[in-house]
């Protein structure tokens, strides 16, 4: 029994909706985020002095650069999820042609 594979029932569908989840909660953050750290937050609370022109630019990219690795860890997030309900999606599939194959039934078949 140590060398075979068993897919428990359910656990791709139960993995890939942690991925979503986590992917969904990554999405609110990085739109809380962007709020408190764009460039109109960032300009308002530098101000407009001609010595904060530099502070100004270096956080802006700071919070640009940030962002943009928070959307790739959201979209690899949900990606991650899709594959897996694919996958998951594929074994039940194969599962169902594997029991017909050996004269197993759907339950609503007589």
């Known amino acids: 029994m140590a060398d075979e594979a068993y897919y428990a029932d359910g656990a791709g569908r139960s993995l890939a909706k942690k ?4 992917a969904y909660d990554l999405r609110a953050f990085l739109k809380e985020f962007e709020t408190k750290t764009g460039e109109e937050a960032i300009t308002d609370g530098f101000g407009v002095l001609t010595e904060s022109d530099e502070i100004n630019k270096a956080y802006i990219g ?3 650069t940030a962002a943009d690795a928070v959307k790739f860890i959201h979209e690899y997030l949900d990606q ?3 594959s897996l309900r694919k996958v998951n999606e594929n074994t039940e599939v194969n599962d169902e042609g ?7 039934k759907n339950a ?3």
Not at 19 to 22: L, R, S
Not at 98 to 104: C, N, Q, R
Request: charged fraction near 25%; proline fraction near 0%; charge should be negative.
């Open 62 to 64: 700071y919070s640009d």
């Open 98 to 104: 594997m029991a017909a194959l050996f004269g197993k």
């Open 80 to 82: 991650i999820a899709d």
């Open 108 to 110: 609503g078949e007589a």
């Open 19 to 22: 991925f979503e989840t986590q």
